[in-house]
C-alpha cells in the first residue's frame, strides 16, 4: 500500500513537470473571456492558434509585435505570455497615422493588458527592446519598399534585440516568382524568397516554414483590398521562422 502511494505521488509530480503544449496556451488565448469581437470574427482565415504554435510563445517569455497594427496579435501575446512575460507592441507613425491609433488606445486602456508596453517609435529610434525571446512581422515587410523603411537596418535591429537563439517570425502575401518587393504598394504582396534572402543576410537561418495559412487558390495577381475577392485573410500567406544562431 505505501509503495502503491509513492508511486502515485511520483507520477503527479512528473505530470506537474509536463509542460503545456504551445497550442494550448494559444488555443486558451484565443478563447479567453475578454477578446473584442471583432478579434473573434477574423481567427478563421488567420489561423493564430496554429501560427502561435508554430512561432514557440509560451508563458514567461518577452516578445515584440513588430508593426503590430490594432493589436490582434498584441493581446494573444498578451495571454500567452502572462503576467511573468512582456510584450512590446511596436509600431511606427504611418500605421499609427492612418489606422492603428485609435483601436490600439481602446485595446490598451485602462491596463487592460498589463504586461503590455507600447512603442511607438521609429526603427531608427533609441530604445528598442533586446534580449527578447520571439519577434514577430506579421503582413509588413512588404510596405517597406514604398514606405523608404532601409530594410537593411532593419533586419540588423531584428537581430539585435534577439537573444542568442531567438525566433523571427514573419508572415507576407505571396507575390509571384521575381516580383521581388515592387508589388509592395499595389498589391502589397512581397516574393517570399527575396524576403528570405535579405532576413538572412543579417545572419539569420530560415529554420522551418509553415503551410498553414497557403491558399493554392490565389493568383497572386490582386490586390488584399481589391474588394472583388473576399479580402487580405484569403491571400496565399508564407509564415516563416527565422533563428538567431546560438
Known amino acids: 500500500m505505501i509503495f502503491r502511494a509513492y508511486i502515485l505521488l511520483c507520477l503527479g509530480l512528473l505530470s506537474c513537470q509536463i509542460p503545456q503544449p504551445a497550442a494550448d496556451f494559444a488555443t486558451d488565448s484565443m478563447q479567453h473571456i475578454d477578446r473584442m469581437e471583432s478579434d473573434h470574427a477574423r481567427d478563421a482565415e488567420r489561423k493564430p492558434a496554429a501560427v502561435l504554435e508554430f512561432f514557440g510563445i509560451q508563458p514567461g517569455m518577452a516578445v515584440a509585435d513588430v508593426m503590430a497594427g490594432d493589436g490582434y496579435y498584441t493581446e494573444l501575446l498578451s495571454r500567452i505570455v502572462g503576467p511573468e512575460g512582456t510584450v512590446y507592441c511596436q509600431n511606427t507613425s504611418i500605421p499609427l497615422r492612418v489606422f492603428a491609433d485609435a483601436p490600439l488606445t481602446a485595446r490598451l486602456a485602462n491596463q487592460r493588458l498589463a504586461n503590455v508596453m507600447r512603442l511607438d517609435m521609429e526603427f531608427e529610434d533609441d530604445g528598442f527592446p533586446t534580449d527578447l525571446d520571439v519577434a514577430i512581422l506579421v503582413r509588413f515587410y512588404h510596405d517597406f519598399g514604398w514606405q523608404k523603411v ?38 502589397h504582396r512581397i516574393e517570399a524568397d527575396f524576403l528570405q534572402k535579405e532576413i538572412e543576410a543579417a545572419g539569420f537561418v530560415l529554420e522551418q516554414q509553415s503551410s498553414v495559412l497557403t491558399n493554392a487558390s490565389d493568383t497572386l495577381d490582386w490586390s488584399i483590398f481589391d474588394p472583388e475577392h473576399e479580402g487580405r485573410d484569403t491571400t496565399s500567406r508564407f509564415v516563416y521562422l527565422f533563428r538567431k544562431p546560438l
Open 150 to 187: 532601409d530594410r537593411e537596418a532593419f533586419n540588423a535591429l531584428m537581430f539585435a534585440s534577439l537573444k542568442p537563439g531567438g525566433v523571427f517570425g514573419v508572415i507576407d502575401h505571396h507575390a509571384k516568382a521575381g516580383a521581388g518587393i515592387s508589388e509592395g504598394r499595389s498589391l
